[in-house]
């Protein structure tokens, strides 16, 4: 069912000398976040040497952490709301049938 529902989509067909499209776009996805990655973790200016970047990593975690959060809040609210409606969003993930 898999193989349909792909074949059946538009980037299926379209290939750059023999190779699909979609996976020179996730080979070239692969390579810049490597190339991210390499820079944050190479870079001393990301890394805790001092109290002004403790202040400033810990000020990005709670971001992070915050917008994480978030989700979850927004989630399951609107979750429960369609709920009230009559309307389960949770089918929208049996949609497309594992096979």
């Known amino acids: ?27 070239i996805a692969t390579v810049f976040i490597g190339l991210l990655l390499f820079g944050f973790f190479s870079n001393p200016g990301f890394l805790i040497y001092n109290p002004s970047s403790l202040t400033l990593s810990l000020i990005g975690y709670g971001v992070a952490f915050s917008l994480f959060i978030t989700g979850f809040i927004v989630y399951y609210l609107s979750k429960y709301l369609r709920n009230r409606q009559g309307i389960d969003i949770g089918l929208a993930l049996k949609e497309i049938p594992p096979e």
């Open 1 to 27: 069912m898999r193989k349909k529902l792909y074949e059946a989509s538009g980037i299926s067909n379209k290939k750059i000398t023999g190779v699909p499209l979609i996976t020179i776009a996730g080979i």
